[in-house]
């Protein structure tokens, strides 16, 4: 006995949808707000005598206006733990191997995909997935950036590439499940693409949701408890495990099933 998951594709398509658009509004409308990684300036991280722990960042300085800004820290009697400069060159640098790195891991798992499953669906559809919960993650940051003036650093960067790699894990267990009931068929399920893809979800559904349950509990906590230094980089994660946990089912699966489906109308027109 199964949930038929597929009876409300369009459902997930839609909630997908909503999302994408409030996030990709986002970035068109106020882009992403980079922080020094990027754009280049100086961190200052200072204790000051009472025991708190400040760091401070700042955009592109003159010599000189660094020198103030280690006097200042000094006029506090605060001790210096870090005071690092960031070039914009470095920054620009940075983006371009993001987005390599983006593209190039991409390509390789949409080969490696196609390759163990034999289908080129199969690669598609999770990269589809995957560029799902980048788009979800990137325009989430671009309203956070708007709103709450949270920048995006090297972490974010980090968060990024680790989420891609979770979003197509699961994925990928329940594409196998799918590919297992294809080759061992069973009569209850025939070839029917969406009965295979209902029942693969059931049997996978509840693991994949205890997985991502014991990883979110963990980032709420980074969340909550977690210094500054880290705060954001745990929103990251937990924005795209929620996302990825979500499109593995909801979004890979269906895509896979719609384009089956999409495929055997366009054979049986030709044939007639």
């Known amino acids: 006995m199964y949930i038929t998951w597929m009876k409300y594709k369009f459902i997930y398509f839609a909630i997908s949808a909503v999302f994408l658009s409030a996030g990709i509004f986002g970035l068109f409308k106020w882009g992403l707000?980079?922080?020094?990684?990027?754009?280049?300036?100086?961190?200052?991280?200072?204790?000051?005598?009472?025991?708190?722990?400040?760091?401070?960042?700042?955009?592109?300085?003159?010599?000189e206006e660094i020198a103030n800004i280690r006097d200042d820290i000094k006029k506090q009697n605060a001790k210096e733990l870090r005071f690092e400069?960031?070039?914009?060159?470095?920054?620009?640098?940075?983006?371009?191997?993001t987005f390599y790195a983006l593209a190039m891991s991409a390509m390789l798992i949409l080969?490696?995909?196609a390759i163990q499953f034999k289908s080129v669906k199969f690669g598609?559809?999770?990269?589809?997935?995957?560029?799902?919960?980048?788009?979800?993650?990137?325009?989430?940051?671009s309203l956070l950036g708007h709103f709450a003036n949270v920048e995006i650093d090297f972490l974010f960067v980090t968060a990024v590439?680790?989420?891609?790699?979770?979003?197509?894990h699961d994925t990928i267990v329940v594409y196998d499940r799918i590919r297992e009931k294809q080759r061992k068929y069973d009569p209850e399920l025939g070839s029917d693409i969406t009965?295979?893809?209902?029942?693969?979800?059931?049997?996978?559904?509840?693991?994949?949701?205890?997985?991502?349950?014991?990883?979110?509990?963990?980032?709420?906590?980074?969340?909550?408890?977690?210094?500054?230094?880290?705060?954001?980089?745990?929103?990251?994660?937990?924005?795209?495990?929620v996302s990825g946990t979500y499109s593995s089912p909801f979004v890979a699966v269906p895509i896979l099933v719609t384009w089956e489906e999409l495929q055997k109308k366009y054979v049986s027109l030709r044939t007639k």
């Open 111 to 113: 080969f490696w995909i």
């Open 85 to 97: 400069t960031v070039g914009p060159s470095i920054g620009s640098e940075l983006i371009k191997k």
């Open 161 to 168: 590439l680790t989420i891609l790699s979770f979003s197509v």
């Open 124 to 141: 598609v559809s999770a990269i589809l997935a995957m560029i799902h919960d980048s788009l979800i993650l990137l325009g989430s940051f």
């Open 195 to 241: 009965k295979i893809a209902n029942s693969a979800l059931t049997e996978t559904m509840v693991r994949s949701i205890n997985n991502s349950f014991t990883i979110i509990f963990m980032l709420l906590a980074l969340v909550l408890l977690g210094g500054d230094t880290i705060r954001w980089f745990a929103v990251a994660l937990l924005i795209g495990t």
């Open 33 to 63: 707000n980079l922080g020094i990684d990027f754009t280049g300036g100086v961190i200052a991280g200072y204790q000051l005598p009472n025991g708190e722990i400040k760091q401070e960042k700042y955009g592109a300085k003159s010599d």
